[in-house]
T-cell receptor, first 114, second 110 residues
Framework: KAGVTQTPRYLIKTRGQQVTLSCSPI?????VSWYQQTPGQGLQFLFE???????NKGNFPGRFSGRQFSNSRSEMNVSTLELGDSALYLC?????????????FGPGTRLTVL | SQQGEEDPQALSIQEGENATMNCSYK?????LQWYRQNSGRGLVHLIL?????REKHSGRLRVTLDTSKKSSSLLITASRAADTASYFC??????????FGAGTILRVKS
């Protein structure tokens, strides 16, 4: 079975731009979660989608948004980029939505904001 | 917010030695998962232990969970240079929302 894939792997943007990241979960998995990893804040939960619905959201500003498609693929969008948005963005997929599940992570997208 | 702390923050050992990392958390959990991360890449799932389990093994990995102390430990036996990585514990705060510790950086010298 193919693992979680994320595209692109690397991105360089400038302040004020917007960016869209993509995540394809493991086949059959319907839950996709997004995390931000920075040296200062560590790994922080952004949001979770299940069956095209946002189930849970972390403490991030409204500039961070996401969606999930009927094939479970998910996209994450960050508008009006700030320098502090530079981070490794990871997505994780899981078979179910209610916890008790192993979550499998993709390789991440490294975003650099200049 | 981070659920808890990992201890130690960094660990350096010789190949063949055992490595033990500890994780503490603050709230009740359904399960606890351990992940490995190599040089800022994606997280590799190592093992999941449920709140009603006390110990679990997977190859050279042994995980224990003490819910009364809200702590877990990860033991890697007979370590190899390839085990050099950062190790994170993660607990489920709500549904699939994972809360991670700060991680332990493990360096295995050959």
């Amino acid at each position: 079975k193919a693992g979680v894939t994320q595209t692109p792997r690397y991105l360089i943007k400038t302040r004020g731009q917007q960016v869209t990241l993509s995540c394809s979960p493991i086949s059959g998995h319907r839950s996709v979660s997004w995390y931000q990893q920075t040296p200062g804040q560590g790994l922080q939960f952004l949001f979770e989608y299940f069956s095209e619905t946002q189930r849970n959201k972390g403490n991030f500003p409204g500039r961070f948004s996401g969606r999930q498609f009927s094939n479970s693929r998910s996209e994450m969008n960050v508008s009006t980029l700030e320098l502090g948005d530079s981070a490794l963005y990871l997505c994780a997929s899981s078979f179910l939505a209610g916890g008790y599940n192993e979550q499998f992570f993709g390789p991440g997208t490294r975003l650099t904001v200049l | 917010s981070q659920q808890g702390e990992e201890d130690p923050q960094a660990l350096s050992i010789q190949e063949g030695e055992n490595a033990t990392m500890n994780c503490s958390y603050k709230t009740s959990i359904n399960n606890l998962q351990w992940y490995r991360q190599n040089s800022g890449r994606g997280l590799v799932h190592l093992i999941l232990i449920r709140s009603n389990e006390r110990e679990k093994h997977s190859g050279r990995l042994r995980v224990t969970l003490d819910t009364s102390k809200k702590s877990s430990s990860l033991l890697i036996t007979a370590s190899r240079a390839a085990d050099t990585a950062s190790y994170f514990c993660a607990t489920d705060e709500y549904g699939n929302k994972l809360v991670f510790g700060a991680g332990t950086i493990l360096r295995v010298k050959s």
